[in-house]
C-alpha cells in the first residue's frame, strides 16, 4: 500500500515566525507515497500553520520542505499543480452548483478543455452528488458540502491533499462518508493524504503515522498503535494526546498569557 522507497514530501528544520512569536520551530518529517498522515495538537501548536506553508500559503521563515518533488518557495507554482487542499472554513461557492463549482476547480487546476466532462461526471459518481449536480450549493447539506470540497480538491488528481479537519461540523454518519472517500482516494488514485485533526478516533482509524505538534515541535512520530504503547496497555490516541501534548501550566502576567494565546490563536 505505502511505497517505503519514496517520500512524496520531505521538510527539514521548516520554521515560521510572527514577529517574536514562533509558531512552527524547526520541524522535520517525511511523508511517504500513499500514507495517510495525520498531525495533531492543542490548538494553537502550529498545525494549521504548517499546512498553510506546505500549500505556499504562507512563506517560511527559515528551513525548507519539497511537496511532490518540488521546494514550496522556488518552485512554488508547480507545487500547487501537484496538490489538492480542503481548509477548514467553507470553500465551496454556495451561489452555483454543485457542477459548476467542479468546472470551476477543473478550470483553476487546469484540466484540459477535453477531459473536463468526463472528470466532473466521475467525481459526481465517486462522491455520491450525481443527483445533486443541478444543486445550488447553498442548498445543500453540511456532508454533501464537504464531500463536494474533496472532491473540487482531487478533480485534478493531485499527487498531495491536504485536509485541515475535514469533518468538522460533521455528523457521524457525515464524518464516516468522509473516511470512506479518503480511503479510497488512497487506494484507488495513490494519493498521499495530510491531515489535521482534533479528533482522536478520526486518526487511529484513518492514518498510517501520526506526527504530535506541540508549541510549534514535532514531538512524537509513530503509528496509532505505536504511539499507544509508548503510553502503557490499554492505552488510547485520547491518552497520548494528553500525556504528550497536554502541555503544561501558563507561567507569567495576564498580559503575557493574553499575548501569547492572541498570538497562538490568529497563526494556528
Not at 193 to 215: G, Q, S, Y
Request: contains cysteine; negative net charge.
Amino acid at each position: 500500500m505505502v511505497d517505503e522507497r519514496s517520500a512524496v514530501l520531505e521538510t527539514e528544520a521548516l520554521t515560521r515566525d510572527f514577529g517574536d512569536f514562533r509558531a512552527v520551530d524547526a520541524v522535520t518529517f517525511s511523508v511517504l507515497r500513499g500514507e495517510i498522515f495525520g498531525l495533531i495538537g492543542p490548538n494553537g501548536a502550529g498545525k494549521s500553520t504548517l499546512v498553510k506553508m506546505l500549500t505556499t500559503l504562507l512563506p517560511p521563515t527559515s528551513g525548507r520542505a519539497r511537496v511532490a518533488g518540488y521546494d514550496v518557495v522556488a518552485e512554488a507554482a508547480a507545487v500547487r499543480a501537484h496538490i489538492g487542499y480542503v481548509p477548514q472554513l467553507l470553500s465551496a461557492d454556495g451561489n452555483l452548483t454543485v457542477a459548476e463549482n467542479l468546472l470551476m476547480s477543473a478550470r483553476l487546476y487546469c484540466v484540459p478543455r477535453r477531459d473536463r466532462r468526463r472528470r466532473i461526471e466521475a467525481a459526481l459518481a465517486d462522491f455520491g452528488l450525481a443527483d445533486a449536480a443541478d444543486r445550488l450549493v447553498q442548498t445543500c447539506s453540511g456532508g454533501m458540502i464537504r464531500r463536494l470540497e474533496i472532491a473540487q480538491s482531487v478533480i485534478h488528481e493531485p499527487a498531495v491533499l491536504f485536509m485541515d479537519e475535514p469533518t468538522v461540523g460533521l455528523d457521524p454518519i457525515g464524518r464516516r462518508t468522509v473516511w470512506s472517500h479518503v480511503r479510497d482516494l488512497r487506494d484507488r488514485l495513490g494519493t498521499t493524504v495530510l491531515m489535521t485533526t482534533h479528533l482522536m478516533d478520526e486518526a487511529a482509524d484513518l492514518c498510517d503515522r501520526i506526527a504530535v505538534i506541540d508549541r510549534g515541535r514535532l514531538v512524537a512520530l509513530d503509528t496509532p498503535k505505536g504511539l499507544e504503547a509508548r503510553i502503557g496497555p490499554g492505552a488510547t490516541l485520547d491518552d497520548v494526546f494528553a500525556a504528550i501534548a497536554g502541555g503544561e501550566e501558563e507561567t507569567g502576567s495576564f498580559r503575557d498569557v493574553r499575548q501569547t494565546r492572541n498570538s497562538a490563536r490568529e497563526h494556528a
